[in-house]
């Protein structure tokens, strides 16, 4: 049974940074690429940012790229979201998940497992 485990969420003023951490256990972590994605109120779950199971390979949504870096260190097997310069439209719930695939993808139907979510708020 796969676990994830997301922590580091919290209230920020626009411009500040955050980093989020999820922590995995359950399989081999470092077979797998592992994503970002999030949801804020009255919308869709939406893609944020990818990361191969080397962490050679990442992709990331227009809207954060050059602010967020995705990173992952498989021996503590975690994987990190570095966020900075945050906005207001940032808001939102984060989650992250693990691919059945060792490639970066951005369809959520890719991935099986997902943690729990860590609230984002950023404040104009």
């Known amino acids: 049974q796969v676990q994830l485990v997301e922590s580091g969420g919290g209230l920020v003023q626009a411009g500040e940074s955050l980093t989020l951490s999820c922590a995995a256990s359950g399989r081999t972590f470092s077979n797998y690429a592992m994503g970002w994605f999030r949801q804020a109120p009255g919308k869709e779950r939406e893609f944020v940012a990818a990361i191969s199971w080397t962490g050679g390979g990442t992709r990331y949504v227009d809207l954060v790229k050059g602010r967020f870096t995705i990173s992952r260190a498989n021996a503590a097997i975690t994987v990190y979201l570095q966020m900075n310069s945050l906005k207001p439209e940032d808001t939102a719930v984060y989650y992250c998940?693990?691919?059945?695939?060792?490639?970066?993808?951005?369809?959520?139907?890719?991935?099986?497992?997902w943690g729990q979510g860590t609230q984002v708020t950023v404040s104009s």
């Open positions: 998940a693990e691919s059945r695939y060792g490639y970066p993808d951005l369809d959520p139907g890719a991935y099986d497992y």
